[in-house]
C-alpha cells in the first residue's frame, strides 16, 4: 500500500472517521494499530524487523533512563559525603554502564541494518579482493529483499536512544507509545527521519476534528499526488527509458534524463513528504519538514540544508559532531591543523550518506563527491570571498544568485548521475557522451524527445512534462519570493490541482524512488 | 467543509466535461496528414494502405505518388490488429468516403492478440460509437480493469488536446498522405540477431472474424481488397509460431478467396539487414524496394 493508490484512499478515510469517532483517550492506540496495518500491507514479512528494532531500543531507552535516574539519585543521597572526585568517578562508572548498553543497541539495530543492506556488497569487494591477491573465491550472495523503511526507521530508533543516552529527553516507558512514534505510518517508508522530543507530546496527546487543519492537510496531500502523478512519474518514463539502457542513446537524450531526473526525484520524493506531512496534520501532529526549494540554493552546503533536511540534521547531531569531539579527532587537529578533524567528520558524514542510500559504489561515490565540494568550499571560502571583492561582484544582485543557483544545479546535477546510473561503469559512459558527444542538432533533438512515448505523441508528452513542471517551479518561485497569490485562493486551487490530477496522472506506477533505501 | 466539498464536486465535473468533449468531439479537429480523417477529408481514395507500424515504415508514399494514378493514402495505427482495422475501415467508409482498393496488411504477429488499444491517436481520430464498440471488446477480457478503462477514456490523449496547436503542426511536418516521411537508416546483421523475437503462438477468434469482416465491408461497399504482407526479417520470419500464423491467415483468405500476396511471393531479399531498423520495420532502402514491387503488383491488377 503506498500513499498513492486507491487502497490507501480507503485505509485513510477509515482510519480518519474512526480516529474522531472514538474517545480520544484511544487515538493514539488507533494510530498504532492503523500504522501497523499499513506496514503489514506494505512488507508483511518484515514487520519481524520492524518489531526486533521497536523493542530493542525500548528495552536500551529504558535501561539508559534508569541508568541516568540511578545515577543522579546517588549523587543526590550521597552529596555530602562524597568528594569532588569520587562525585566524578560515580559519573563516569555509570557513564561506561550507558555506554555499554548504548553500544549493544547500536550494534542491533545498525548491525541488522548492516547485513540486510551491505551483506552482499561487502562479500563482493571481499570476493574482488581476493582475487586481486590471486585467490578465486566467490562468495555467495544472498538474494533478501529489504524490509520497507529499515534505513528510516533505523535511524528514528538510533536516535532516540543516543538523546535518551545524552538525557536530551525522557525514555518512554510504554512500549505501545513507543511503538507508534516508531511505527508512525505517515513516516515510515521514507521518512522525515522525526526526533522524539518534537513527535512524543504530540502523538499521545488528545485531538479534536479541526476542519482548518483538515483542509491544510488535505491541500498539502493534494500537492504531494500532483508532483508524484503528474511530474515524477512523467518524467521517469523518460528517465528509466533512457537509464535502463544508455548505451543506446546519444549524448543529448542523456543529458535531458540527466536533468529530467533532478527534477524527477525531487518531485517523488518532496511529493512523498507532502504527502506524509499532509497526512499527519489532518490527524493533529506536526511533523518535520524534509525540504525547503532545495534547487533555490546557492552553494552545496545550503542545498544540503535545504535537501532531506531530517537526514542531514541527523548525520550532523549522531555523526559528525561526536568524530570531530572525538578525542583521536582532537589530537590529530591538536597535531595537524584545526581543520582537520572537520574535514574528517565531512569525509565521514559523506562515506556515510552514500552508503545509506545503496551498497553500491556508484552510491558511495556520490557521496563522496559531494563530500568534496562541501569540503573545497569549507577550505576555499575565504579564496572566494577575496575573489569576489576583487571582482567587484554584488553578492546580492539577483542575476549573481540566479548564476549561483544554476552553478548548483549544475554540479547537483552531475551527482545525479551517478546516483541514478545502475553501476560506475555506466555512469562513465554517461558522462563521456554527454560531455563529448553532445550534439545539439535539430534532427537530435526530435529522436532526443522520443523516450517519453517512443511514438509521435512524444512531443505533446514532453509538452505536458514542461508545463507540470515550470507549474512546481514557478510556484516554489513565488513562495521563494513570499508572493501568496495561491495561498489566497485555495479553493481554486484545489479543483484546478484535483482536475489536473485526475487527466494528467500517470496512476500506473506507484512505487517511490526513496521507498528502495 | 461546504466549500471543500463543492470544490472537490467542481473538480469531477470538469473532469467529466473535459472528457464528454474529447470522447465525443476530438475527431472534428483538423488533421489532414494522418490518420483517419485524413482519410474522411480526402473523400475519394483510390489505394488505401491499411495496417499496422510496418506498414508506414515500409510504404514510401511519394513513390505512389509518382507510380500510381489517382490518390494513394497509408492509414496506419500502431499495433494495428484486424478488429481495429474493421473499425477503422467501417467509419471510413459510413462516412461516405469512396475508396477503390484497400491494400491491407496481411499481419500475422497480430492475429494472436486479443482486442487491444495499441495506439491511443486511434481514439483521438474516430467517433464515439467507435471508440464504444472497441472498449466493449476490450472489456470482455479477463485481464480488464478499472485502470484500463480510466485509461482509455479519461487520461488517453489528454497530452495531445493539451499541446494541441503545437504538437499537430509539429508531427503533421513527419507524415505526408499517412506515410512517414522518415528515412531511416538500416541495421547491422549482428543488431539483428541480438534482437529477441516475441510471437504468440495461435489464432484469436476476434481477429479471424475481423478478417471476414473487412472482408465482407469491402464486398459490401464494392471495394477491391488485397492483403499484402511486408516481409520481416528472416530472424523473424522463421519463427515457428509467425510461421504458422502467417499460414493459418493465407488459410483464411484462400478459403474466402480473398487475393493476398506473402512475403515469399514477393522478390524480397529479408536476409539483408540493411533493409531493416529492427525485426518489423524496414529502413528507407528496405521501404523503396518493397514500396516498388507493391506498385508493381497494384498495376498487374
Given amino acids: 500500500m503506498t500513499f498513492v493508490s486507491f487502497r490507501f484512499i480507503i485505509f485513510l478515510s477509515s482510519l480518519l472517521i474512526t480516529y474522531f469517532l472514538i474517545p480520544k ?105 581476493l582475487r586481486f591477491c590471486g585467490i578465486s573465491y566467490e562468495f555467495p550472495n544472498i538474494s533478501w529483499l529489504l524490509p520497507l523503511g529499515i534505513s528510516f526507521y533505523t535511524f528514528i530508533t538510533v536516535g532516540y536512544c543516543i538523546d535518551v543516552y545524552r538525557e536530551m529527553c525522557k525514555a518512554q516507558n510504554n512500549i505501545f507509545k513507543y511503538a507508534l512514534f516508531v511505527s508512525f505510518f505517515p513516516q515510515i517508508s521514507q521518512g522525515p527521519i522525526n526526533r522524539y522530543n518534537e513527535m512524543s507530546v504530540q502523538l499521545y496527546e488528545e485531538h479534536s476534528f479541526d476542519h482548518i487543519r483538515m483542509q491544510n492537510g488535505g491541500y498539502r496531500v493534494l500537492i504531494g499526488i500532483f508532483k508524484k502523478v503528474v511530474v515524477a512519474d512523467r518524467l521517469g518514463i523518460y528517465v528509466n527509458r533512457v537509464y535502463g539502457a544508455p548505451l543506446d542513446y546519444d549524448g543529448l537524450s542523456l543529458l535531458f534524463a540527466t536533468v529530467f531526473y533532478a527534477v524527477q526525484i525531487y518531485c517523488d520524493f518532496s511529493g512523498y513528504m507532502d504527502i506524509a506531512i499532509g497526512v499527519s496534520e489532518m490527524v493533529g501532529i506536526k511533523m518535520e519538514e524534509n525540504f525547503n526549494k532545495p534547487y533555490f540554493s546557492r552553494s552545496i552546503p545550503e ?60 552510491y558511495v561515490i556520490h557521496g563522496l563527491y559531494h563530500g568534496t565540494l562541501v569540503i573545497l568550499s569549507f577550505l576555499f571560502a575565504s579564496v572566494f570571498n577575496n575573489m569576489k571583492t576583487k571582482l567587484h561582484i554584488n553578492e546580492n544582485a539577483k542575476l549573481f544568485h540566479i548564476f549561483q543557483m544554476m552553478r548548483t544545479f549544475v554540479l547537483v546535477d552531475i551527482s545525479y548521475i551517478f546516483f541514478r546510473a545502475a553501476n560506475l561503469k555506466e555512469a562513465t559512459y554517461i558522462v563521456n557522451e554527454i560531455i563529448f558527444h553532445l550534439n545539439p542538432s535539430k534532427e537530435a533533438l526530435k529522436t532526443a524527445l522520443l523516450p517519453f512515448t517512443e511514438d509521435n505523441t512524444a512531443i505533446a508528452f514532453f509538452g505536458v512534462a514542461m508545463l507540470a513542471t515550470a507549474g512546481v517551479f514557478i510556484c516554489e518561485i513565488l513562495d521563494y519570493n513570499h508572493i501568496t497569490v495561491f495561498k489566497k485562493h485555495k479553493y481554486l486551487n484545489v479543483v484546478i490541482m484535483l482536475t489536473l490530477i485526475l487527466l494528467f496522472g500517470m496512476f500506473g506506477q506507484s512505487s517511490f524512488i526513496y521507498m528502495q533505501y | ?163 494541441y496547436p503545437l504538437s499537430y503542426p509539429l508531427i503533421s511536418k513527419r507524415y505526408y498522405r499517412g506515410g512517414s516521411l522518415d528515412d531511416d537508416a538500416g541495421s547491422t546483421e549482428d543488431e539483428l540477431l541480438d534482437l529477441e523475437v516475441v510471437e504468440k503462438p495461435g489464432f484469436n477468434n476476434l481477429q479471424e472474424k475481423a478478417i471476414t469482416e473487412i472482408i465482407s465491408i469491402c464486398n459490401q461497399y464494392g471495394v477491391k481488397l488485397i492483403f499484402v504482407e511486408s516481409p520481416r526479417y528472416i530472424k523473424m520470419a522463421e519463427n515457428i509460431n509467425y510461421k504458422e500464423k502467417s499460414k493459418a491467415l493465407a488459410q483464411l483468405l484462400k478459403a474466402s ?41 497494384i498495376k498487374e491488377q
Avoid at chain 2, 110 to 135: C, G, P, Q, V, Y
Avoid at chain 2, 267 to 287: C, I, P, R, W
Fill in chain 1, 25 to 129: 483517550k484511544y487515538q493514539w492506540c488507533l494510530l498504532l494499530l492503523g500504522s501497523y496495518v499499513f506496514y503489514a500491507f506494505a512488507s508483511p514479512h518484515f514487520l519481524v524487523f520492524l518489531f526486533i528494532s521497536t523493542i530493542v531500543t525500548y528495552i536500551c531507552g529504558v535501561k539508559l533512563e534508569k541508568l541516568s535516574d540511578a545515577c543522579s539519585k546517588r549523587l543526590e543521597e550521597e552529596s555530602d559525603v562524597l568528594t569532588k572526585e569520587q562525585r566524578k568517578e560515580l559519573k563516569m562508572i555509570f557513564m561506561r554502564k550507558k555506554k555499554l548498553v548504548l553500544i549493544i543497541c547500536l550494534v542491533i539495530n545498525i548491525g541488522v541494518l548492516g547485513v540486510l543492506k551491505y551483506f552482499n556488497f561487502f562479500m563482493d569487494n571481499v570476493s574482488s579482493m
Fill in chain 2, 257 to 297: 478467396g480473398t487475393e493476398y500476396y506473402c512475403a515469399a511471393d514477393l522478390d524480397f531479399d529479408n536476409k539483408n539487414a540493411a533493409y531493416y531498423t529492427d525485426l518489423v520495420h524496414m529502413s528507407g532502402e528496405g521501404k523503396r524496394l518493397f514500396t516498388s514491387q507493391i506498385i508493381q503488383r
Fill in chain 1, 303 to 362: 542545498y544540503w540544508r535545504r535537501w532531506h533536511i531530517t537526514l542531514g540534521a541527523w548525520f550532523k547531531d549522531y555523526l559528525f559532531y561526536p568524530v570531530i569531539r572525538a578525542d583521536w579527532c582532537k589530537k590529530i587537529g591538536k597535531k595537524y591543523k584545526k581543520t582537520v578533524p572537520t574535514i574528517i567528520g565531512l569525509l565521514v558524514v559523506w562515506l556515510t550518506t552514500g552508503l545509506w542510500h545503496g551498497a553500491s559504489w556508484h
Fill in chain 2, 1 to 163: 467543509m461546504k466549500k471543500t466539498i463543492i470544490s472537490i464536486v467542481t473538480s469531477f465535473f470538469i473532469v467529466f466535461a473535459i472528457v464528454m468533449l474529447k470522447n465525443c468531439f476530438s475527431y472534428m479537429l483538423p488533421n489532414d496528414a494522418m490518420g483517419i480523417r485524413a482519410v474522411v477529408a480526402k473523400g475519394h481514395v483510390n489505394q488505401l494502405f491499411l495496417g499496422a507500424s510496418a506498414f508506414r515504415k515500409g510504404i514510401d508514399v511519394k513513390m505512389l505518388e509518382e507510380e500510381l494514378s489517382g490518390e494513394s493514402f497509408v492509414l496506419t495505427y500502431n499495433g494495428n490488429q484486424p478488429y481495429n482495422m474493421s473499425l477503422e475501415l467501417k467509419e471510413i467508409l459510413e462516412e461516405g468516403t469512396v475508396i477503390d482498393m484497400v491494400i491491407a496488411d496481411f499481419n500475422p504477429s497480430m492475429i494472436s492478440e486479443d482486442a487491444n488499444l495499441s495506439d491511443k491517436r486511434l481514439l483521438w481520430d474516430t467517433k464515439f460509437s467507435t471508440k464504444w464498440e472497441l472498449w466493449n471488446e476490450i472489456s470482455k477480457r479477463e485481464d480488464a480493469t478499472f485502470y484500463m478503462f480510466y485509461d482509455y477514456f479519461v487520461l488517453s490523449n489528454n497530452e495531445y488536446m493539451v499541446t
